[in-house]
């Protein structure tokens, strides 16, 4: 059986470690989102208690699940980054125009995070499908 | 061995690969490993023309479109020797993802025509502007969409499977209320516009129950899922196809309960049957019974 050659190792190399990239990206938009979505779950139970109504609690609730959601693709991306990556990527376009729509003014904010995070993310799709043809 | 059959060589090591549309196919364009079939899903030896399972040879670029060939063209032999996938292999994810930004726009335009209380006439009109842009961007793959309307034999039992939805989305909202009652208030309410401009029933299920399953499932079950089956294995894309399809509605408490394991479903339903009926029938089934329910509430 004849290695692979060294231009290939190289190739799959640089492709396996943007794929290990973009798992940190899903990583990290998935803790922010299930640590946000816990504080606000949090203080919409403390304004429950005060009488308030329960908006704050289900939008807690809702940014926890999607939290949640990109941590299952963390950890989806380990055996199969592919689909995990694209499926990641569609969960974050979807929620940024959602919440561009809903708040035009959320536009801005944060909007360098929010491009590095949708680079990252595109990056990760790419270099996963390239990584899946080449076999390995 | 047929000359189809013969052994390909790899262009880089000169080792024998045993795959690859040999013969008709000149040089460098020799080399498909394997091909889907669009018609039955199952994986074909890149040699053979026609799928051995459905005799369609649909799917088959080696036959008729050398040019594809030759940027899907991926010879791998026991040297590794592979090529490097070509940026245009991802068109179609490119095209998965314009279609979900067009389903997100139609969608997020739903939801604010229902959030502002908009007339259900100005809803009834871009619902129906939303879902001719759906046609025609299925009508790209018309080729590929036009299969999965014919009805096979053997989706008759997924039909019957798919009836099942809607007792099931009745006992679990019931189930719902007995153990978190105060979620009642954050169902969405469909009915209450149209009641109020005078609409029938009739109108309502056609507005929420009939057009969405028929035109969702067009885009989900049809176009994106299929676009999806030529990059990624049918599991894979199921789980991909349901989890946008979920996130889409932007419902905090259906999307676990409800949305995903219908999406989910669905998908399997469609792989199975290689048809989209089965998942038309399981939403409309699922929206019928929402409707049933509002019409419980209002009456």
Known sequence: MTMPSLSESQHNSAHRQKVKSGRGWILAIGLINAFIGAGLTFLGLKAQEEGAGDDLFFTGVGMAIIGLIFLGCWLWAKRHPFPAAVTALLIYIALQVATIAVEPSEAVRGILFKALFLVGLASAVQSAYKLKKSGY | ?299
């Open chain 2, 1 to 299: 061995m047929a000359e189809s059959e013969a052994a390909v060589h790899c262009h880089c090591c000169g080792q024998p690969t045993g795959c690859g549309p040999a013969g008709s196919i000149p040089g460098e364009l020799r080399g498909l490993a394997e091909w889907r079939c669009y018609s039955c899903f199952k994986v074909v030896p890149g040699w053979r023309r026609h799928c051995a399972e459905c005799g369609s040879s649909r799917g088959n670029t080696n036959s008729d479109d050398y040019a594809a060939l030759y940027k899907a063209c991926h010879l791998e032999c026991s040297c590794h020797s592979a090529r490097p996938a070509a940026p245009e292999d991802l068109r179609d994810l490119n095209h998965v993802i314009i279609g979900f930004l067009i389903m997100l726009s139609g969608f997020l335009l739903q939801h604010w025509m229902r959030r502002e209380a908009s007339p259900a006439t100005d809803d009834l009109i871009a619902s129906a502007g939303f879902y001719g842009l759906i046609v025609i961007y299925a009508l790209i793959d018309y080729r590929m969409l036009a299969p999965l309307f014919r009805l096979k034999f053997r989706a008759w039992p997924f039909l019957l499977l798919a009836l099942a939805a809607a007792p099931c989305t009745v006992g679990l909202a019931y189930l719902q209320l007995l153990v978190f009652p105060g979620l009642q208030d954050y169902w969405s309410d469909y009915a209450p516009n149209f009641l109020r401009e005078g609409y029938g029933w009739g109108v309502i299920s056609l507005a929420v129950a009939v057009g969405p399953a028929f035109f969702e499932e067009l885009f989900f079950r049809g176009v994106m899922l299929h676009r999806l089956l030529r990059v990624m294995s049918p599991g894979q894309a199921i789980i991909v196809t349901a989890m946008a399809f979920a996130i889409i509605h932007f419902a905090v408490i259906g999307l676990l309960f409800y949305l995903l394991p219908v999406a989910l479903i669905a998908g399997w339903m469609t792989v199975r049957t290689n048809s989209l009926w089965p998942a038309m029938l399981l939403h409309l089934a699922h929206n019928g019974a929402i409707v049933y329910l509002e019409y419980l509430e209002f009456s």
